[in-house]
């Protein structure tokens, strides 16, 4: 009895939607009908947490073997197989109030399980080709330089200059509105999850693309940084919109760790 209700606080579990052809078919379904059932939407969106907590599980490992290792990024293919599995696990929880809104639109036509796999492969994708021109640049500037500590710190700085920035502020109140997707969706689903993914991906990294930026010049194997940036993102995401002084101490303290990491370089 305890659990059914503790499911059903957490939307895990909803009342049987009723069944028939007709309004007052369902009507007088509903009344009869009490029984629960399996809240299918947020079964998808728990299914792409697990995801990112494999992926988190995939980090661990990876710094752990890389530790006290210093090769840059490797070769291309090795970076973009590391920095998927990275946004996977840094990303995909903010990613989760789209992701359910999304099941719980599309439910009940065809293929929407698949559909909302698209949707969080597209978000991952967007951040994938950001992740490919990162590695263009560092590559282009022949990186890691002998003061790459002081350039990490100043990347750590600038984002947080960065998130007083008027792109930054826009940005996150765009992935707020995308959340709400604003009515039904089209009759082509697997078109609308890539399109919401494209959106919702750009508007993210509009978002902490800065953040980013810092954690590839950090380093793919740096676990507590990916945890810490990545508390960061979920803060962007989650928390309601702040006044500017608490935006101002946010941007604040990713200018002391970028200092901190200065002094320690």
């Known amino acids: 009895m305890y659990g059914g209700r503790l499911l059903g606080a957490i939307g895990l579990v909803r009342q049987a939607r009723p069944g028939g052809f007709c309004p007052a078919c369902r009507v007088l379904m509903k009344a009869r009908d009490a029984r629960q059932e399996l809240a299918k939407p947020m079964v998808a969106a728990l299914v792409v947490l697990a995801g990112a907590g494999v992926a ?12 006290g290792m ?20 840094m990303m995909l929880p903010s990613a989760i ?23 969080a492969v597209t ?15 560092y590559t282009a500037a022949r990186m890691p330089w002998p003061n790459q500590g002081v350039v990490v710190g100043l990347a750590l700085a600038l984002a947080g200059v960065y998130s007083v920035s008027p792109i930054k502020r826009a940005s996150q109140a765009r992935c707020r509105e995308l959340c709400a997707l604003h009515g039904p969706l089209p009759f082509n689903l697997m078109r609308s999850a890539a399109v919401a993914g494209a959106r919702y991906g750009l508007s993210c990294l509009g978002c902490s693309a800065a953040l980013m930026m810092a954690m590839v ?7 507590w940084w990916a ?4 508390i960061v993102v979920l803060i962007y995401k989650f928390a309601p919109p702040l006044r500017m002084r608490y935006e101002l101490v946010l941007s604040l303290a990713l200018v002391a760790l970028g200092v901190a990491y200065l002094t320690m370089a």
């Open 123 to 137: 978000y991952l994708g967007v951040w994938l080709m950001f992740g490919v021109v990162c590695y263009a640049i």
């Open 227 to 230: 945890v810490i940036l990545g």
């Open 97 to 119: 109030p789209v992701v359910l809104e999304f099941a719980r639109t599309a439910e009940g036509r065809r293929g929407w399980q698949v559909a909302t796999g698209v949707l």
């Open 56 to 67: 988190w599980a995939a980090m661990v490992h990876h710094s752990r073997a890389m530790a």
């Open 70 to 89: 210093d090769m840059g990024l490797g070769p291309i293919e090795s970076f973009a197989a590391t920095w998927v599995v990275m946004m996977a696990a």
């Open 217 to 223: 010049l950090i380093g793919m194997s740096s676990l």
